[in-house]
Structure formats: C-alpha cells, structure tokens
C-alpha cells in the first residue's frame, strides 16, 4: 500500500514535469506576445478583466491580486479586475439572465477598446467565457486566451490579434498547474519589461 501510494505520488510530479516541459517547447513565445499585449494596455492607461469557472476563477482573482497588490517587487498597482469576485453581481445576472452571461455583461459595463480579456478555460469550452470573449471583441478588446486541450471553440474564435496560451495536455490538473506557472511568468516578465 505505502509503495503504491509513494509510485502515485512520484507519477504526478513526474508527469507535471513533463507537461511543463512540453508546455516550454510550444508556449514560449504566445506568452511574450500576452506580456507585450499586457505592457503595452497598461501603458496606454487600459486594464485587463479576467475571468474563468472552478479553479480558474480562483487563478483569475489570484492573477488580478499581483497586479493590483504586487507580485515580487514593489511597484506601482496595475489595473487588474476578477470578474470571479461580486458575488452581488454574479448572483444577481445568474439569477436574472442566466449562468451563461455573468461575465459578459460584466465585461459589456466594464470593458472599453484597448483593455484585455484574458480568459481562462482549462477546456476551451466554457459557454460563459465564450460569450465574455464575443463581447469583448464587439467592444474592440484584445483576447488572451488561456486554455488546455485543442483549445476548444474558444481557439477558433480567436484571430491574429488574439493570443492563445494552449497548455499541450488533456489532463485538468496538469493543464492548471501549467496555467499557474503561465500567470507567475507573465508577471515577472510585465514587471521586468515596466519597471526594472
């Protein structure tokens, strides 16, 4: 039994090695296109809503927090918004419109030309983030899109002003902990690019 448990626990960090090890071979450079996308927003005065279900949810609010607190250094507090957070808000849109557009209406009321979506889908295929995205695009917002797997119907709606952070794995666990190391990167990297 000990042996057994002591195999499965080296196979899950074996193979999140692994994942990430894929993911440096395939990523590296859409995630240098989401940190100049992300400095550039910024620079212009623009701010980035970020949404996404379950555990991405928690990565939004997670994401938004190193930007608005500080992520390793002390600096000026960036424009970050969760749109996993007013429990008013999402409570409210559910109830009345539906699941499906908790974050969209958010992003309708909140977002302008020149902010960012970034969206995160472990699946591609979350309804409520797809309708985030068609919204953020009539509104002339960039799309970061951070997914797993083919990258879903969320990856077909993106065009070549979009980014699309695909982690190269099907497993959910492994797809997130690649998104975690994803959002601590693009973080080191915009504060190096803006502040060092």
Known sequence: MNMQLNELI????????ETKQQAQSTMVAPIADAVKLIVAAFQNGNKMLICGNGGSAADAQHFAAEFTGRYEMERTPLPAVALTTDTSALTAIGNDYGFDVVFSKQVEALGQAGDI???????????????AIEVAKARGMHIIAMVGKDGGKIAQMLSGADVNLCVPANRTARIQEVHLLTLHTICDAVDTLMFK
């Open 10 to 17: 080296e196979f899950n960090f074996t193979q999140s090695i």
């Open 117 to 131: 979506l970034y969206a995160i889908s472990t699946s591609g295929n979350s309804g409520n983030v797809i309708k």
